[in-house]
C-alpha cells in the first residue's frame, strides 16, 4: 500500500505523536483493539457498520505509523465491513482526505466525536 512512497512502511513508529498511544504500546494496543472487534463480531454486538466504524477509530486513535493512518484504517475498515457482509465504505464520497478541505474538516470532527464515545457522525460521514 505504502511501500514505494515511504521506505518506513509497515513498521510501528518510534517515537510519540500529539495523537496516539505512547508507541511502546501499539503491539500491545493493536492486539487489544483485534481480541475486542472479534468479541464485538462473535457476541454480535454491533452491526457490521458500526464494528467497522469502531475499529476504524480506535485503529486510528492507536496511531501505528509516522504517517498514512487514516489510509490504513479505511483501508482495514472497510475489508472488515465486507468481511461481515457489508459493503466498502464511501468516506464522504472519494474526495481527497490527505489535503486540507471541508470533507476532511468533516472526518477530523467525526473523530473527535468518536472520542467522546458518540460515533454515530463517523458512522454518517464513512457511508456519506
Not at 510501528?12 to 494496543?29: F, M, T
Request: glycine share 8%; hydrophobic share 40%.
Amino acid at each position: 500500500m505504502f511501500g514505494n512512497i515511504w521506505k518506513w512502511a509497515g513498521h510501528y513508529r518510534k517515537a510519540d505523536r500529539n495523537i496516539g498511544v505512547h508507541w511502546p504500546l501499539i503491539s500491545s494496543q493493536l492486539e487489544l483493539l483485534c481480541r475486542e472487534a472479534t468479541a464485538w463480531r462473535e457476541e454480535k454486538v454491533f452491526t457490521a457498520d458500526e464494528l467497522a466504524i469502531r475499529f476504524h477509530h480506535k485503529l486510528v486513535w492507536i496511531h501505528c505509523y509516522p504517517n498514512g493512518n487514516g489510509r490504513h484504517a479505511r483501508l482495514a475498515s472497510d475489508l472488515l465491513v465486507m468481511e461481515l457482509g457489508g459493503t466498502r465504505f464511501t468516506w464522504g464520497g472519494g474526495t481527497d482526505l490527505e489535503s486540507p478541505n471541508d470533507v476532511r474538516k468533516c472526518y477530523i470532527d467525526s473523530l473527535k466525536a468518536a472520542d467522546q464515545h458518540d460515533h454515530r457522525a463517523l458512522l454518517a460521514f464513512a457511508r456519506s
